[in-house]
């Protein structure tokens, strides 16, 4: 039974990987950046969701504003700086690092350094018990919401009028401008989308992982590691990427201590070698 | 003329400093000349080669870790450990450039961060060999003939090992090898069709390029006597980044004295106020909209202008 319960966490972590991860994919798919501020929007949607259950009481609000505001700042940042230097990655890895920094020092100014845990909402604060072992119900309803979020997305991606033009547009974005959609717009939208997953994520991950300085860098590798494994661009690929590491971090700490972080990273560097695209990706 | 005036007139300012500057900037004047070699190193791969990496750290502290390693855990003199972290980061390069060098642009910058986490993971999860997050503390400054302990003396070593480093860089970039790093770097299609061997010329950048890096990291490990998994860290890799872009990519020159703004800023805003990382960050953002060319593209714009009426 001990292992039912190691492998749920595994998939519990995996579904938060896949919203962290879903973003970066989508960005990269369509606009060939490397975001290295996907990160600072986990903690972000973590420190603000923090904030709003503080003086509100509602763990509902907090899960609609915190991403709404992060997904601003993710537009924002499309639209007024990464634009400028489309396709072009030296400039945009230095724009998006600058981000990092600055963003992370501001949170560090606002909400200071010491690690904080989002409660869990009340709907799902107990125990379940599974064959004489408890397990928490948040940890279920986790997995539930990033499957809804996984099926939303493909719903938006395969049968939606934009879920057609961004797949147009992640193809061959030059003859999608050509037919007429607009992929100015669409850049803004899916930069704006992803940092809203990701603040998600921040909010469901909130009463696992929690926020703290250095969460930022820590989020944003892991979401590259699951890119990477899973291949760029793919939503597919984010979500079977996102729970064979989630998986592979659990496990990894049980059976590997001294490497939990090998465990993650060698299967990286092993796919790396011999299928550069990733699982799913497209050269 | 004028550029042999101007490069006197700098070896005597670092011949002379230790004996007009407090012993704190002699020791500040160390820091930023091994920054200085960090980012001439990897201005070699971004400025000549045409590749951006993200994962330079790794050289850096493959170079560092292995001395520190030898000389901590098998007792080895530095005679041995030294140069062995010269040869592990020129190999790390190596196995780096085997892995990455299929990829261009965005993917490579990847491939180099991925594969330097890696070797930041080994260091950090391995702590009955590497110490994990709190290091290898400890560590004694070199003895060659006589000793490094003192910061003088340390200094001369590293401003010597700079200068000599920085002197083969520059012969490296002017040589015939060099010339066709930057016209691949240029256009890749044409070298190959002129009969170039891109891969085996981007190969060897590399590890050119990690091995000044691996020097750089021995130093920076004998300058603070100690070696965490943060001298592995991407923003250690970031740090290099914006010191070649800030001071200005291909001119090695540029990188060297970006390496001393950066380093010389972090000094002076750190003690003033705790929002270092914020300047930082406004500087990332600030160099890539207002001075893509960095410093010395400033310069050469500033006097071109002046000499045109």
Known sequence: MIWVIHTLNG???????????????????????????HGSYYLLGAYIGSTVIQTTGSWALALVVAPLIVAALGAVMERFFLRRFHLDELPQTL?????????????????????ILLPKPALFAKSIDLGGLSYPEYRLALIAAGL??????????????????????????????????????????????????????????????????GADF?????????????GLGSLRGALVGGLLIGLLDNFGKIFFPEFALFTIFVPMAVILSFRPTGLFGRA | MARALAISAIVAVFLAAPFAAPSYYVGLLTKMLIYALFAMSLDLMIGYAGLASLGHAAFFGLGGYTMALLLMRAHASAWIAFP????????????????ALR????????????????????AFGWRTLTGGDDGLPGIKRP??????????????????LVGLSALAMWAVTRSPYGLALRGIRDSETRMRAMGFNVWRHQFAAMAISAFFAGLAGCLFVYNNRFVSPDALHVVTSAEGLIMVI??????????????GVIIFLEDFISSHTQRWLLVLGVIYVATTLFAPRGIVGLWTDFSTRKRKP
Do not use: H
């Open chain 1, 148 to 213: 809804a979020v996984a099926a939303a997305l493909w719903w938006f991606q395969e049968r939606t009028r934009i879920g057609a033009m961004l797949r147009a547009g992640v193809d061959d974005a030059e003859t999608a401008r050509a037919m007429g959609i607009d992929v100015s717009l669409l850049f803004t939208l899916v930069f704006a989308v992803g940092a809203f997953l990701a603040a998600l994520g921040g909010v469901l991950g909130g009463p696992i992982i929690g926020a703290s300085p």
């Open chain 1, 218 to 230: 820590d989020v944003m590798l892991l979401a590259f590691v699951v890119v990477i494994v899973g």
């Open chain 2, 143 to 160: 003895v060659f003939l006589i000793s490094f302990a003192d910061q003088t003396p340390f200094y001369y070593l590293v401003a010597t």
């Open chain 1, 11 to 37: 998939v519990s972590l995996g579904m938060l990987l896949f919203l962290l991860a879903a973003g970066l994919s989508l960005i990269y798919g369509l606009m060939k950046i490397l975001n290295l501020t």
């Open chain 2, 84 to 99: 062995a972290g010269l040869v592990a980061a020129t190999l790390g390069g190596a196995v780096f450039a085997l892995l």
């Open chain 1, 95 to 115: 724009l998006t690092f600058g981000f990092l920094f600055i963003i992370g020092d501001v949170c560090l100014w606002i909400w200071g350094g010491d690690p």
């Open chain 2, 246 to 259: 800030a001071g200005g990519a291909g001119t090695l020159f540029g990188p060297a004295l970006g390496a």
């Open chain 2, 103 to 122: 990829a261009r642009g965005s993917y490579f910058l990847m491939i180099t961060l991925a594969l330097a986490q890696v070797v930041w993971g080994i």
